[in-house]
């Protein structure tokens, strides 16, 4: 028999694929911004690490490192990403969102809030005090994990 959290983890491989689907959909329906998901989870990435590495967003997207570059490319030549050298290694190269990325962020993020608000509209205030404190916790939870240093 299965325990507490075995259960929970298990809920969460069935629910997450859900969740990412009505993204999707929402995202498609909406497309006052023009973004794919992937390149929402792109501007995410470099607005939440500033400074991070293409190996670092390639890794979180789960791309190759030509697949990532093209990708980010793709957001350069829109206007949403910048490319620079990194003053401090010039081997490296500095990717950030520019205004426009910003903006456009904001507003496929905003569309996204009110779909799922929307769909959350609902459940009791009860339910969504419960369903908010839950996420607060996973989302504690996943961020500690994301910080721990690798073991070797």
């Known amino acids: 028999m299965?325990?507490?959290?075995?259960r929970c983890a298990e809920q969460l491989l069935v629910i997450v694929p859900k969740l990412m689907q009505t993204m999707r959909e929402e995202m498609r329906a909406g497309r006052a911004s023009?973004?794919?998901?992937?390149?929402?989870?792109?501007?995410?990435?470099?607005?939440?690490?500033?400074?991070?590495?293409?190996?670092?967003?390639?890794e979180h997207l789960g791309l190759a490192m030509p697949a990532a570059s093209k990708h980010v490319?793709?957001?350069?030549?829109?206007?949403?990403?910048t490319r620079s050298v990194c003053p401090r290694d010039r081997r490296r190269v500095a990717i950030a969102l520019t205004g426009e990325g910003?903006?456009?962020?904001?507003?496929?993020?905003?569309?996204?809030t009110a779909a799922f608000s929307r769909k959350l509209g609902g459940l009791s205030p009860t339910?969504?005090?419960?369903?908010?404190?839950?996420?607060g916790s996973?989302?504690?939870?996943?961020?500690?994990?994301?910080e721990a240093p690798p073991t070797s």
Do not use: C, Y
């Open 138 to 146: 996973l989302e504690s939870i996943l961020g500690q994990e994301a």
């Open 2 to 6: 299965p325990n507490a959290a075995q």
């Open 34 to 58: 023009e973004l794919t998901v992937p390149q929402f989870r792109t501007l995410v990435f470099f607005q939440n690490h500033k400074g991070a590495a293409l190996s670092q967003a390639a």
């Open 102 to 112: 910003d903006d456009v962020l904001a507003t496929a993020r905003g569309a996204a």
């Open 73 to 81: 490319e793709q957001l350069v030549l829109r206007g949403l990403l």
């Open 127 to 135: 339910e969504l005090d419960v369903l908010s404190a839950m996420l």
